[in-house]
Structure formats: C-alpha cells, structure tokens
Nanobody
Framework: QVQLVESGGGLVQTGGSLRVSCAVS????????MGWFRQAPGKEREFVGA???????YYADSVKGRFTISSDNAKNTVYLQMNSLKPEDTDVHYC????????????????WGQGTQVTDSS
C-alpha cells in the first residue's frame, strides 16, 4: 500500500523560505507523477506543482519562480522548496501521487498524504 507522509511545515514570515517534504513508502515514487496541492480554510484544494517520472516540473502561475519541486530517488522523497512566501501561501500543503497525465487536477490523484500546515507568523 502506498503511503505519503508530509513533514516540514511550520511558522514562516512573509518573504521567508520553507521546505516541506513528502516521504513515499510502499512503492517507488518514480512510478508516479508527484504533485503538491494546498488548501486554505473554506476554499478548494488547488494545484501548486508537480514532478513527473522523467523529472519534468510544472507549476501553477501563482508560485512560478518562487517554488521549486525536486526529488531524491534514493530517499523516495519529494520536496517543495518555497521562497518569497506570501500570506496566501500559508495553507495546508498536501503531496499526492498519480499515474495520470492530467497532473493539474486533484481528482486524478489516487494517493494523498495527510497534509502539513504552513502558517504565517508575521
């Protein structure tokens, strides 16, 4: 059974940086596209970005140039590096896995982590 566990969330000031991680167990994540989503209270979960099996990365326009997704195959872990954080970035961040080529839609992801909270401390 595939399990995803996020970590690394916490308090961060506007303009600061934070890296969150997603450890994958039960299957090699290199078989999937791994996506990051975020959700603010009362809002829909939205796509942040993804890294495909070939290492290609895709980002939402709202985070392009500020966020970077990477992976460590040896650790079966995916990372989301967030820089120049804005107040609207402080949500619960989720990682997810999909075999679909439609990587921007949460409905295409079958595996989800429990989420990690990023909070604005400003």
């Amino acid at each position: 059974q595939v399990q995803l566990v996020e970590s690394g969330g916490g308090l961060v000031q506007t303009g600061g940086s934070l890296r969150v991680s997603c450890a994958v167990s039960g299957h090699s994540f290199s078989s999937y596209t791994m996506g990051w989503f975020r959700q603010a209270p009362g809002k829909e979960r939205e796509f942040v970005g993804a890294i495909t099996r070939t290492g290609a990365t895709y980002y939402a326009d709202s985070v392009k140039g500020r966020f970077t997704i990477s992976s460590d195959n040896a650790k079966n872990t995916v990372y989301l590096q967030m820089n120049s954080l804005k107040p609207e970035d402080t949500d619960v961040h989720y990682c997810a896995g999909t075999s679909s080529v439609i990587i921007g839609q949460q409905s295409q992801y079958g595996y989800w982590g429990q989420g990690t909270q990023v909070t604005d401390s400003s």
